[in-house]
């Protein structure tokens, strides 16, 4: 029973930290506008992660020049300025936050396809960031990311299949997206496929079984 309430908290306490970075104030020598590209289609890449971004313009750059890099790029429309200026209202990166204009913001992204964006309002409909908290809306956020590979979003949504969080219980659908994320390369996904793989073949008993229940 402990490993399965662990796998299952888990979302929670990734979502949670999703949402609490805080920056250090490094006052080395700011970026250009080329440098931020260059770091923000890497995170479009999935080469690094989206603290993984935080961190090295953390270590380089204000995030007030983040916030007015963002900003031009929303002017044009660009879903990764909308999505990283919708990050900065949500944080207080750069400037005040303000979920409520990170959720407009989240939405144009999301209105272009922007699965970072789309995820990001799962999250936001999942803790009631600058909206009122809804599951079933979380659920579907995270499903429009899942739907374009988003290993995260997969992963949480087996996850709601599992609880019937947003959506009714199914034991199949659960393990049809865990497994998803396993191969977009989520890694406690992956550890729960080799405890499933072990046992069976993911029904509802042998998902019991897997987590020790």
Same mark, same amino acid.
């Given at each position: 029973?402990?490993?399965?309430?662990?796998? =299952?908290?888990?979302?929670?306490?990734?979502? !949670?930290?999703?949402?609490?970075?805080?920056?250090?104030?490094?006052?080395?020598?700011?970026?250009?506008? +080329?440098?931020?590209?260059?770091? =923000?289609?890497?995170?479009?890449?999935?080469?690094?992660?989206?603290?993984?971004?935080?961190?090295?313009? *953390?270590?380089?750059?204000?995030?007030?020049?983040?916030?007015?890099?963002?900003?031009?790029?929303?002017?044009?429309?660009?879903? !990764?300025?909308?999505?990283?200026?919708?990050?900065?209202?949500?944080?207080?990166?750069?400037? *005040?936050?303000?979920?409520?204009?990170?959720?407009?913001?989240?939405?144009?992204?999301?209105?272009?396809? &922007?699965?970072?964006?789309?995820?990001?309002?799962?999250?936001?409909?999942?803790?009631?960031?600058? =909206?009122?908290? *809804?599951?079933?809306?979380?659920?579907?956020?995270?499903?429009?990311?899942?739907?374009?590979?988003?290993?995260?979003?997969? &992963? !949480?949504?087996?996850?709601? &299949? !599992?609880?019937?969080?947003?959506?009714?219980? +199914?034991?199949?659908?659960?393990?049809?997206? &865990?497994?998803?994320?396993?191969?977009?390369? +989520?890694?406690?996904?992956?550890?729960?496929?080799?405890?499933?793989?072990?046992?069976?073949?993911?029904?509802?008993?042998?998902?019991?079984?897997?987590? +020790?229940?």
């Amino acid at each position: 029973m402990k490993s399965f309430l662990s796998l =299952v908290a888990s979302i929670c306490v990734a979502i !949670s930290m999703m949402n609490c970075y805080v920056p250090t104030g490094s006052s080395q020598a700011p970026l250009s506008s +080329d440098e931020i590209d260059r770091l =923000v289609n890497k995170f479009e890449n999935d080469e690094i992660s989206w603290d993984s971004l935080c961190s090295m313009l *953390d270590h380089t750059i204000n995030f007030g020049r983040v916030y007015e890099w963002a900003s031009k790029k929303a002017q044009a429309h660009s879903p !990764s300025g909308l999505f990283i200026l919708g990050r900065c209202y949500e944080l207080g990166l750069g400037t *005040d936050k303000n979920p409520t204009k990170a959720i407009e913001l989240y939405m144009q992204a999301a209105s272009q396809g &922007y699965m970072e964006a789309e995820l990001a309002l799962g999250i936001c409909y999942f803790d009631g960031t600058g =909206v009122e908290k *809804d599951y079933t809306k979380a659920f579907e956020w995270h499903s429009k990311a899942a739907s374009q590979g988003h290993s995260f979003a997969q &992963y !949480s949504l087996g996850v709601f &299949y !599992s609880l019937g969080i947003g959506v009714e219980p +199914d034991y199949e659908k659960s393990k049809y997206w &865990y497994f998803k994320a396993a191969e977009s390369g +989520d890694p406690t996904s992956q550890t729960w496929v080799g405890g499933a793989s072990e046992v069976g073949k993911g029904g509802k008993k042998d998902i019991a079984r897997a987590f +020790d229940l």
